[in-house]
């Protein structure tokens, strides 16, 4: 059974940065792709990036591509995935989710494509 751990959420100032990490490990070997979600209180959940396990092809949504970016490392059974935020804003303040999938072809976008799930990490943006 794939778990995943997310880590690194924490409350900053608005500009602040922060890195977002992801672990999965054991029976990592069947999953294709990792992505970042994030909901917060009343809204939908929202994809944010999504990368291959290969780390070749790696994707983020228009309205986060300039500052959010993800990254893999995988170190034998263990894989990391980061979310790079940038220039965060009060409006960034949400629980975010680590996602994996077993499937190479996803809509990346699409939480019902996702077979795992982590628990989430809060991150909250003050002004």
């Known amino acids: 059974q794939v778990q995943l751990v997310e880590s690194g959420g924490r409350s900053v100032q608005a500009g602040d940065s922060l890195r977002l990490s992801c672990v999965a490990d054991?029976?990592?070997?069947?999953?294709?792709?990792m992505a970042w979600f994030r909901q917060a209180p009343g809204k939908e959940r929202e994809w944010i990036c999504g990368?291959?396990?290969?780390?070749?092809?790696?994707?983020?949504s228009d309205a986060r591509k300039g500052r959010f970016s993800i990254s893999i490392s995988r170190n034998n059974a263990r894989m990391e995935v980061s979310l790079d935020t940038n220039s965060l804003e009060p409006d960034d303040t949400a629980m975010y989710y680590c996602?994996?999938?077993?499937?190479?072809?996803?809509?990346?976008?699409?939480?019902?494509?996702?077979?795992?799930w982590g628990h989430g990490t809060q991150v909250t943006v003050s002004a």
């Open positions: 054991e029976s990592t070997s069947n999953l294709e792709v």
């Open positions: 990368i291959r396990k290969t780390g070749v092809g790696r994707y983020c």
């Open positions: 996602a994996g999938s077993s499937h190479y072809a996803v809509n990346w976008g699409s939480a019902r494509d996702y077979d795992y």
